[in-house]
Structure formats: C-alpha cells, structure tokens
C-alpha cells in the first residue's frame, strides 16, 4: 500500500513560490495499476519523486507499507528504493561509461546478487534488445536508452514500479510490447504500477486514472475491479 496523507509541496525558486502539490490525499493498495495524467508543468514527475523519497514534502507524508519516508534515514530509503521500488526516470538516467547490460545489471550487483548478469540478460531480451546488450548509451536511440531504463527498474522484480512516461519516446509496435511486459508483471508478480502517461489506450487499460490539475488529484476512472478491490481493503 503506498499513501499520500495530505501532502502538500511546492518548489522556491529565489524569491517566487511553485505550488505543486495542495493537500494531496491517496491511498494505492498493492497490486493496483494507476494512471496519473495531466497537462505537462502540472507536477506529474514531482509526485513520482516524492513516491520515490527522491522529493520531500513540505507538509504531510508519504507512507510505503506503513512505513513514513520522512521517517527512514537515507541508508533505508536507499535500502527500500533498492529492494522494492523500480523507477524509470523521465529522462532515463542511463550511465554512459557502461554497456546496456552493465547498466542493468549495477542494481543487483549493488545488491551483491550473484546471477546480475544472467537476470540483466534476460530482461533485456525481455524489452527486445538481444543485440543492444554491449551498446553504451550513447550508441544507442532514444527509444532503445528508454527500454534499457525500463529493463533496468525490472530486473530486481520491484514490488512497486513508478515510470515517468515509460512508452513516450516508443513506436507504436514497441510502445505496445512495453504495455504488455508492464500488465503481465502487474498480473503475475502483483507488482503495482503509478505510471505518468498521455497515452489514452495505456491509461484505459489501468485499474485507475487520475488526474493532476492545480496540485489537486482527481479520480477520472475507476474500474470495476478497482473499486471492488477497494471496498474489499477499506
Ligand atoms: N527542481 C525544480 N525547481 C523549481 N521548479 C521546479 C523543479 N522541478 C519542477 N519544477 C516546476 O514544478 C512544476 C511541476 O513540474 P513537474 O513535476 O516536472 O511537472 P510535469 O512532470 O507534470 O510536467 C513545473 O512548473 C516545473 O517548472
Ligand atoms: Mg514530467
């Protein structure tokens, strides 16, 4: 269960205030695939960060399985983003000295699991990119880097996935392989997905759409299954 408790946040740029988040209440019980939309600048990326403990709030908390954020150190924030959360950053984050399959495989090798490459292997055939592996970042396109972020925030099974428009720079036929790879995770490991996109299909094939307008989150959609799941878990 990840939880926003009226969260508020904004951003100080010298002497001028950026609200971004106002009172922001949600609750996202584990399994669930969560769509956030919203026009761009409306704080898609920023409540990503904050889900992540990558952003603070200036008010209120983020609570991940009962835990607060603002409460851990950063050795277990560090330890909770490691062993349970994926993220697939808008602008990917790719280290340019290592090969594709490095850049993976660094999550697990941090993580002192012997099989990192093996398991970097295999879901980088996953994303469709058998003959990319020993490809540096900069040899690569932008919808190829993109797929490389995606294998690398799958590859340690996360409970939870945050993916900053994860199809946005894809063709149609690769976008839709993403789509599937993300809904079978989400329909055999239970792996919860909270993914910002501005593509309808994708949003439409979530349990949930919300929406982000003046730092206020609405709920768009809710599927029958959804809601179901929620009457069940209140
Ligand atoms: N580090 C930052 N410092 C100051 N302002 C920021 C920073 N990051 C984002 N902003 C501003 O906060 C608002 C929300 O940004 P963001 O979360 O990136 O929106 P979105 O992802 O929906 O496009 C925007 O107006 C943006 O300019
Ligand atoms: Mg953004």
Redesign the pocket.
């Known amino acids: 269960m990840i939880e926003l408790r009226d969260v508020s946040m904004h ?1 100080a ?1 010298g002497n001028a205030r ?1 609200e ?1 988040l106002r009172s922001v209440n949600l609750r996202i019980p584990r399994g669930q695939s969560v769509a956030i939309t ?1 026009h ?7 409540l990503l960060l904050l889900l992540a403990g990558l952003e603070h709030p200036a008010a209120g908390s983020v609570v991940i399985d009962g835990l607060r954020l603002d409460q851990l150190d950063a050795d277990a924030l560090a330890d909770l983003r490691r062993d349970h959360i994926g993220i697939v950053f808008q602008s990917f984050h790719l280290i340019g000295s290592l090969s594709a399959l490095d850049n993976v495989a660094l999550p697990l090798q941090i993580a002192s699991r012997r099989d990192a490459l093996k398991r970097a292997t295999l879901q980088l055939e996953r994303v469709g990119l058998a003959d990319r592996m020993h490809h540096y970042p900069a040899q690569l396109s932008g919808g190829e880097q993109q797929r490389v972020a995606i294998a690398r925030a799958l590859t340690h099974g996360p409970k939870v996935l945050l993916a900053d428009e994860p199809t946005g720079n894809l063709d149609d036929a690769t976008g839709q392989g993403i789509r599937e790879l993300l809904f079978e995770m989400n329909a055999q490991s239970g792996t919860t997905l909270v993914l910002v996109t501005h593509d309808p299909d994708f949003a439409a094939r979530c349990d949930r759409v919300l929406g982000l307008h003046e730092g206020r989150l609405q709920e768009l959609k809710v599927a029958p299954k959804a809601a179901i799941q929620d009457a069940i878990s209140v």
Not at 40 to 46: A, D, I, L, P, R
């Open positions: 951003y740029l950026i971004v919203g761009s600048g409306s704080g898609k990326t920023s």
